[in-house]
């Protein structure tokens, strides 16, 4: 063989290993690719430590979200209490709210003119939190026809002629007997909504003759006193 035709054999020879070069480069990287993906069993195992995370974080979410509820409530009927006392001196007139807890319906609050609860399907009745549903709050009171008996947070009757009430004179002030009368929201004790779950409760208390309102946590009143006391937040 001659020299010249070696030569060309040769050159061929490298160029087709270069040539081959680009292919083998994609092959590879094809192979990679086809071998990056997850297996069963790790999907599997995303899978359950999402559900053990979701599992421990979801109590918590759930009695946050209820907290907030029961807190926009009481926010809810603190302003309606104090709205009755601005109306009656403003108007020079007694106002009145009155509460009410309808069987399989939200808990409701009236503020009007008088004393004398508006009928059952009155525009008057609010309901104490927007988006409220019924059975995710507690509410409760000692008062009754503008009395209040110290120790006796009952829940909120579900007739609308039982309606507890708290009544302001012309001045904005209350009768001795409505000077501790307090409203009380909670959470719905689990399985038994007629019972709240005593740390979760807030209230709204009238305190004085003078018509002092003020709202916050409910404590049991020390000092040979039964009941509790609303302390100011």
Same mark, same amino acid.
């Given at each position: 063989?001659?020299?010249?035709?070696?030569?060309?054999?040769? &050159? &061929?020879?490298?160029?087709?290993?270069?040539?081959?070069?680009?292919?083998?480069?994609? $092959?590879?990287?094809?192979?990679?690719?086809?071998?990056?993906?997850?297996?069963?069993?790790?999907?599997?195992?995303?899978?359950?430590?999402?559900? !053990?995370? #979701?599992?421990?974080?979801?109590? +918590?979410?759930?009695?946050? %979200?209820?907290?907030?509820?029961?807190?926009?409530?009481?926010? @809810?009927?603190?302003? #309606? !209490?104090?709205?009755?006392?601005?109306?009656?001196?403003?108007?020079?007139?007694?106002?009145?709210? #009155?509460?009410?807890?309808?069987?399989?319906?939200?808990?409701?609050?009236?503020? =009007?003119?008088? *004393?004398?609860?508006?009928?059952?399907?009155?525009?008057?009745?609010? *309901?104490?939190?927007?988006?409220?549903?019924?059975?995710?709050?507690?509410?409760? /009171?000692?008062?009754? $026809?503008? /009395?209040? @008996?110290?120790?006796?947070?009952?829940?909120?009757?579900?007739? =609308?002629? @039982?309606?507890?009430?708290? @009544?302001?004179?012309?001045?904005? /002030? !209350?009768?001795?007997?409505?000077?501790?009368?307090?409203?009380?929201?909670? %959470?719905?004790?689990? +399985?038994?909504?007629?019972?709240?779950?005593?740390?979760?409760?807030?209230?709204?208390? !009238?305190?004085?003759?003078?018509?002092?309102?003020? +709202? +916050?946590?409910?404590?049991?009143? /020390?000092?040979?006193?039964?009941?509790?006391?609303?302390?100011?937040?």
């Amino acid at each position: 063989m001659s020299i010249p035709v070696a030569l060309k054999l040769l &050159r &061929r020879s490298k160029l087709t290993r270069v040539a081959a070069k680009p292919e083998l480069c994609q $092959d590879k990287r094809l192979s990679v690719q086809g071998n990056g993906g997850f297996t069963l069993i790790e999907f599997l195992v995303v899978v359950i430590i999402i559900a !053990v995370l #979701s599992a421990i974080a979801a109590p +918590g979410w759930l009695g946050f %979200v209820s907290q907030r509820r029961v807190n926009a409530a009481n926010e @809810t009927i603190l302003r #309606s !209490v104090q709205q009755a006392q601005s109306e009656a001196k403003k108007n020079k007139q007694s106002y009145s709210i #009155s509460l009410v807890a309808p069987s399989g319906e939200v808990p409701k609050i009236a503020v =009007y003119q008088g *004393s004398e609860p508006p009928a059952n399907d009155s525009p008057l009745w609010k *309901s104490v939190g927007e988006g409220i549903k019924p059975g995710q709050i507690w509410l409760g /009171t000692n008062a009754s $026809d503008n /009395t209040a @008996t110290v120790g006796n947070i009952d829940q909120a009757p579900q007739a =609308y002629p @039982t309606t507890p009430t708290i @009544t302001f004179d012309y001045m904005g /002030t !209350v009768p001795p007997t409505a000077a501790r009368s307090m409203i009380v929201v909670a %959470v719905p004790a689990p +399985g038994n909504s007629s019972n709240p779950v005593p740390q979760t409760r807030r209230c709204v208390e !009238v305190t004085t003759l003078l018509g002092a309102i003020q +709202g +916050g946590r409910p404590v049991e009143v /020390t000092g040979g006193t039964s009941g509790l006391q609303c302390l100011p937040r």
